[in-house]
Structures are given as structure tokens and as C-alpha cells.
């Protein structure tokens, strides 16, 4: 997350001109099947969201238990390998007549498909494949700085939000002696501030 929304979120280019389009990624994750029921929805009908997969061959924790068809790791993997492909070819509505599907539920479980995703699969997750990782992501994110003609190197966006945080530790420390002047802030600031203090 730091790597890239800090080093290619900007608006403004090296020459001081506005970028005529937007930068940088939103990044963020779960591990295995956890982002099934947080944001897979959201990536297969809602907005297109591009994708990346990581997934390693071998388990870091081989859990077998009896009874079950396959690993943990092997269950993890199969939605590894699956939510790429659902998210490339979708479902259309014909296949959902095919299958039998009533017609009222169609249109909500129709999948448009061509979202875009990368996959990748490393042998093992270890400190080798971890910095190859982190390498492939440090060169992305300087060439896509460069292309966008951006400096990937600096951070002045996070400046204001210091600064006012400042602000507001001053104000704080103040209410907590009983001397505050919260005139700087704006009215729901004020409010929330005053919530706190309560």
C-alpha cells in the first residue's frame, strides 16, 4: 500500500502541471477466501476493480484433516486459480437459462466478465521470493511515476494532514487544561471535537 498509493498518488506532475489523468492504485487485500465476502462482489458485478493474485505452490501450514476432500492449502489454491477466471469470463444470462436458473434471478446472478486480473505463483513464500516480489513492485511503481511524469519520491500530500493534526493535539492538549480556542476548526470539526472532550 505505501509503496505505490504513496509514491504515484499525486495530481500534479514534475513540471508543476496538473496530470491530465489520475495515478496511482488503491491497494488492498486479504489473505485466501477472507475478501470472498468483503470485496469479491464488488469486483465481479460492481465497478471494475483490477485484480492481483498471489498465491505460493507450497504451504507455509500443511493442514490435512481426515475426511476432507483436500488440503487447506489445496482449497485456498482452487479460489486462487477460480476467481481469475470468473472474473475474465463471467457468466451471461444464456448459460443461466441453460442451467435452469428462474428467470427473476438472472439478471442479479449474470457476471458481465472482462475484469481485468493478474496472477502470480511463486514456489514458496520465503525472505528470496519475498524481495523478488517487492522488486517487481518497486520497478512498477517508478515506471509507472515516469510515464505519468510524476516524482514517485516525494510525499507532500500527507504534509497538511500533519499539520492540522498538529493543530488539533494543541487545541486537545488546551481543552484538557480547560484552556481551548477551537475558532481554527470548521463547524463539524467542531462538533466532533466536542463530542470527544464530553
Not at 21 to 27: D, E, H, P, R, S
Not at 88 to 103: F, I, N, R, S
Request: net charge negative; charged share 20%.
Amino acid at each position: 500500500q505505501q509503496l505505490d498509493m504513496e509514491s504515484n498518488g499525486k495530481r500534479v506532475q514534475m513540471d508543476g502541471t496538473v496530470c491530465p489523468t489520475t495515478t496511482g492504485a488503491i491497494y488492498f487485500g486479504e489473505p485466501g477466501t477472507n475478501g470472498q465476502h468483503s470485496f469479491y462482489q464488488l469486483m465481479h458485478q460492481g465497478r471494475v476493480v483490477p485484480a492481483e493474485f498471489i498465491g505460493f505452490s507450497a504451504s507455509q501450514n500443511p493442514v490435512e484433516l481426515p475426511g476432507e476432500p483436500v488440503a487447506n492449502h489445496d482449497e485456498l489454491m482452487s479460489n486462487f486459480f477460480a476467481q481469475p477466471d470468473a472474473l475474465a469470463l463471467g457468466k451471461t444470462a444464456d448459460e443461466l437459462k441453460a442451467e435452469g436458473v428462474p428467470e427473476k434471478l438472472i439478471a442479479h446472478k449474470t457476471f458481465p466478465g472482462d475484469r481485468p486480473s493478474l496472477s502470480l505463483l511463486l514456489p514458496v513464500c520465503n525472505a528470496n521470493y519475498l524481495g523478488q516480489l517487492l522488486a517487481l513492485y518497486e520497478h512498477r511503481t517508478a515506471v509507472q511515476g515516469w510515464i505519468w511524469g510524476i516524482n514517485s519520491f516525494d510525499q507532500w500530500g500527507v504534509e497538511l494532514g500533519k499539520v492540522l493534526a498538529g493543530e488539533v493535539r494543541t487545541f486537545l492538549a488546551g481543552a484538557r487544561k480547560g484552556a481551548a480556542d477551537d475558532s481554527k476548526f470548521i463547524g463539524p470539526t467542531k462538533a466532533l471535537l466536542k463530542k470527544y472532550l464530553e
